[in-house]
């Protein structure tokens, strides 16, 4: 069984940063590609970051690219956002999320999934 905790959001400032941590509870930790994932209000959710089982092959979704960093300490069965330059439109829940498959952005592709954190940047 895997389970995920999302913990790092809040209410921040246009401009401002957040970094975000999800907390795995797996053997073999290192086995998992890993992803975040996003959904705002009244929208379907949205890829935004993904990191492979060693962390060689990382993805962005394009609107966070140069702006939030996907990291992982596999010694820690931990999982981070770092989110710079924060923009409203950043505004939403956010998921990480675990596959056994090199998944990538693809949310289809992941068996696991956290409850979620909000994160509100406002104007």
């Known amino acids: 069984q895997v389970q995920l905790v999302e913990s790092g959001g809040g209410l921040v400032q246009a401009g401002g940063s957040l970094r975000l941590s999800c907390a795995v509870s797996?053997?073999?930790?290192?086995?998992?590609?890993m992803g975040w994932f996003r959904q705002a209000p009244g929208k379907e959710r949205d890829s935004v970051a993904a990191?492979?089982?060693?962390?060689?092959?990382?993805d962005y979704e394009d609107s966070v690219k140069g702006r939030f960093t996907i990291s992982r300490d596999n010694t820690k069965n931990m999982l981070y956002l770092s989110m710079n330059s924060l923009k409203p439109e950043d505004t939403a829940v956010y998921f990480c999320?675990?596959?056994?498959?090199?998944?990538?952005?693809?949310?289809?592709?992941?068996?696991?999934w956290g409850q979620g954190t909000q994160v509100t940047v406002s104007s």
């Open positions: 990191i492979s089982y060693g962390g060689r092959t990382i």
């Open positions: 797996v053997r073999s930790f290192g086995n998992y590609c």
């Open positions: 999320a675990a596959s056994r498959r090199m998944a990538r952005l693809v949310a289809a592709e992941y068996n696991y």
